[in-house]
């Protein structure tokens, strides 16, 4: 809301890349911010970057769309783009957790199975088990349902051990493919209008050339 009103001359590209930027910084942020036993204050900062970013890609876009095709398909053109939005919103949200969940399965049995606490036997079933996908759960839920199948402390202990481990890859893993999409836009920012929109080639000019132009 406030880019429109105070900075009314800014490139709409500028304001994209800032916002683009933004956002990836957020996610690195979070990547290296998890760590195995960190709590929720850690995401803070992160997402306060990524809204940011967010907020500065939604108060350049929808004008930028709409401008660009005469005011008769202007409907048309908007819910489109709020189609594509909402699409794009369900795929993203569907690879990253499919990416999520096969990182964490992956990471898990890889530790179980080199656990020298977890017996073979133990982890063949595992592997057989949890092939098809491994349920995001925390560390008391899943120590509950393995006292209550009738593992021992210490590898009860260890097997919790490797789920608190491989949830944090899991997460790096799915993070890093979000950072490589915000990184991947940024080179597409080109495509963006330099011109705000409502505004003349002048104003172009003017917002390119900065406070000293300006004068």
Not at 1 to 8: A, E, K, T, V, Y
Not at 76 to 99: D, K, P, R, W, Y
Request: hydrophobic letters at 50%.
């Amino acid at each position: 809301m406030g880019i429109p009103r105070l900075f009314p001359r800014a490139s709409p590209q500028k304001v994209v890349r800032w916002g683009l930027a933004a956002l990836l910084a957020g996610i690195v942020s979070l990547i290296a911010a998890l760590e195995i036993g960190s709590g929720p204050e850690i995401v803070t900062v992160p997402l306060l970057l990524a809204g940011l970013g967010v907020g500065a890609l939604a108060s350049q876009l929808g004008a930028v769309t709409i401008s660009a095709v005469p005011d008769k398909a202007s409907a048309e053109v908007g819910g489109l783009q709020n189609t594509m939005t909402n699409l794009g919103a369900s795929l993203g949200t569907a690879l990253v957790g499919s990416i999520l969940i096969a990182g964490l399965t992956s990471a898990f049995i890889q530790g179980i199975q080199q656990n020298p606490a977890v017996p073979p036997r133990i982890a063949s079933v595992a592997e057989v088990e949890l092939a098809g996908g491994i349920p995001f759960v925390s560390d008391t839920d899943l120590e509950s349902a393995l006292r209550q199948a009738g593992i021992s402390d210490s590898q009860t202990q260890a097997i919790v051990e490797e789920n608190e481990t491989a949830r944090i890859q899991g997460l790096r893993v799915s993070l890093a493919v979000l950072a490589l999409v915000a990184l991947s836009g940024l080179f597409f920012t080109r495509l963006i209008p330099i011109q705000p929109v409502g505004g003349s080639p002048e104003l172009s000019a003017l917002a390119a050339a900065g406070p000293r132009g300006g004068r």
